[in-house]
């Protein structure tokens, strides 16, 4: 029985010429590029080769160019021997949860591109609505980033967003609040670092966007995953249509448990891990939830040739 894991990133994994190699390489991830791009109207690949780097950033181009890019990427593993029954479970952070769902058979292919890019724009509309922004903070653990937002918020709105591993979570809030946060941190114990983003994304400022897509999820056709798929909200494993309707929906205002998803296919037995995508954020994260867990980054035609010869192997 297989005990490797999928994993997926999300926002923040973007940079400009991602998916170019398996683009050139597999016919595969070409039709995926060819596809996305009839889906949304636009030149996907385009914007991921050659930019600009302002585009990519923009929250409706980078969510879908990233779940497209990494679906890519997929295709051209599968083009290359790989296979979804070679995987016990699978889990993406944020926007990733959709290309998990997605992956593992729980969203079309074209649904899973409208959903992103709608989910992007809502998220764009929330942030231009209220002033607000993210904050990584590094270093303390819950109790002292929990103390942290009480004395920060002060009448505003401040909270955890992602508990992503040991020592390194993300704050989202009013753009005061995280001011004053950052502020405040060293006497916390905690260094705070400000981060470039659209708003405060997995707080309850971004409730108009997840009212507007709980819109779009009540028709989107979703079924049973074939894998296990972790939830973002709960760190437990999806278990219905309705079920991921909800919890996508929540995803928006409540925070990402990353660390605890991923202590949770551990738990069940999983022992390595292939992160499917751009960048190498969610390799990086492993080492610091779990060092002995083996973790393979996919992501260029050299990594496709490597993983599957050692996968032949055994």
């Not at 969510?63 to 083009?79: D, H, N, R």
């Not at 607000?132 to 918020?153: P, T």
Request: aromatic share 4%; charged share 20%.
């Amino acid at each position: 029985m297989s005990k490797a894991g999928l994993l997926f990133p999300g926002q923040g994994a973007q940079s400009v010429g991602m998916g170019r190699e398996v683009y050139e390489s597999s016919a595969a991830a070409r039709s995926t590029y060819g596809r996305a791009a009839d889906v949304l109207g636009l030149d996907v690949a385009g914007l991921c080769f050659n930019g600009p780097a302002q585009s990519l950033e923009k929250t409706d181009i980078q969510q879908p160019a990233i779940l497209i890019t990494s679906v890519a990427i997929w295709a051209a593993y599968q083009e290359a021997g790989a296979a979804l029954q070679d995987f016990a479970c699978a889990a993406g952070l944020s926007l990733g949860e959709y290309t998990a769902l997605h992956i593992a058979g729980a969203i079309g292919f074209d649904d899973a591109v409208r959903l992103v890019h709608l989910r992007g724009e809502l998220m764009q509309a929330a942030a231009d609505a209220t002033p607000s922004g993210m904050v990584s903070i590094v270093g303390g653990d819950e109790s002292s980033l929990v103390r942290l937002c009480d004395a920060a918020r002060e009448s505003g709105v401040l909270g955890p967003a992602n508990f992503n591993s040991p020592g390194q979570t993300v704050i989202a809030g009013d753009k005061a609040s995280c001011e004053r946060a950052v502020r405040l941190a060293e006497g916390y114990g905690v260094r705070a670092v400000p981060l470039a983003v659209a708003g405060a994304f997995h707080s309850s400022l971004m409730q108009s966007a997840a009212d507007g897509l709980a819109d779009a999820l009540a028709r989107t056709r979703i079924t049973p995953p074939t894998i296990p798929v972790l939830s973002n909200v709960s760190a437990e494993y999806h278990r219905n249509p309705d079920e991921i309707r909800k919890s996508l929906r929540l995803q928006l205002t409540s925070p990402v448990l990353w660390q605890r998803c991923i202590e949770r296919m551990i738990a069940a037995g999983a022992d390595r891990f292939v992160e499917i995508g751009p960048g190498r954020v969610l390799t990086g994260l492993m080492r610091k939830i779990n060092r002995t867990a083996k973790c393979a980054n996919i992501n260029t035609a050299e990594s496709i040739a490597e993983s599957i010869g050692v996968s032949a192997q055994g």
